[in-house]
């Protein structure tokens, strides 16, 4: 099976970076995904990394070691609306199963 | 361009009853999975829908059953509910054609089995 471990809770500043750790176990994927979901509502894309490295979107980056079984999220400019959890995905299987993580609720503080 | 569309948008049952719940995909997409999320905890995955078919299954009874119509919809029906059953219950489609293709999500059928 498939298993993906992430912090629960992570409080930053207004204004900073954070950096949201995920690890993860599977016998073979496609890529890593990051999904953001506000209480209440439904989980949004953020991003997704196929290959090794650095994916950039605006003030948010993902980044995946396939070697290390490891990514992260790194959001920048934190802004007061960016308080909500994260969830790092696995894409896999034939027809594009994606298997979600724990989660890390982010709240950003003033 | 509607975006994931749910109904609905919730419903209390009682243990022992059947529910289903119902789907209609992003235009242009035609592959919809099903996941189960408690709260406080990420989506868990259902089962995923293609060419009406079930194509892929997570580690869920077989209380858990759906459906695929030819205009890609897809219901989600659970039999003899459980308490355990009480969760939001998302709707995610994408096409089938593109590797890594985002899940675009409704905003989910929150059911309450008392």
């Known amino acids: 099976g498939q298993s993906l471990e992430q912090p629960s809770e992570v409080t930053a500043v207004e204004g900073a970076i954070v950096q949201i750790n995920c690890t993860y176990q599977?016998?073979?994927?496609?890529?890593l995904s990051w999904y953001q979901q506000h209480d209440g509502g439904a989980p949004t894309f953020l991003s997704y990394n196929a290959l090794d490295g650095l994916e950039e979107t605006g003030r948010f980056s993902s980044f995946l070691s396939r070697s290390d079984s490891y990514g992260y999220l790194l959001l920048q400019e934190l802004q007061m609306k960016d308080s909500a959890s994260y969830f790092c995905a696995l894409n896999s299987g034939g027809y594009q199963k994606v298997t979600f993580g724990t989660g890390t609720k982010l709240q950003v503080i003033p | 361009d509607a975006g994931v569309t749910q109904s609905p948008t919730h419903l209390i049952k009682t243990r022992g009853q059947q529910v289903t719940l119902r789907c209609s995909p992003k235009?242009?997409?035609?592959?919809v999975s099903w996941y189960q999320q408690a709260l406080g905890q990420g989506p868990q995955f259902i089962f995923q829908y293609y060419e009406e078919e079930e194509r892929q299954r997570g580690n869920f009874p077989d209380r858990f059953s759906g459906h695929q119509f030819p205009n890609y919809s897809s219901e989600l029906n659970v039999n003899a509910l459980l308490l355990g059953d009480s969760a939001l219950y998302l709707c995610?489609?994408?096409?089938?054609?593109?590797?890594?293709?985002?899940?675009?999500f409704g905003n989910g059928t929150r059911l309450t089995v008392t």
């Open positions: 235009s242009g997409h035609d592959t």
């Open positions: 599977t016998s073979g994927f496609y890529g």
């Open positions: 995610a489609s994408s096409p089938s054609y593109r590797v890594g293709s985002p899940l675009h």
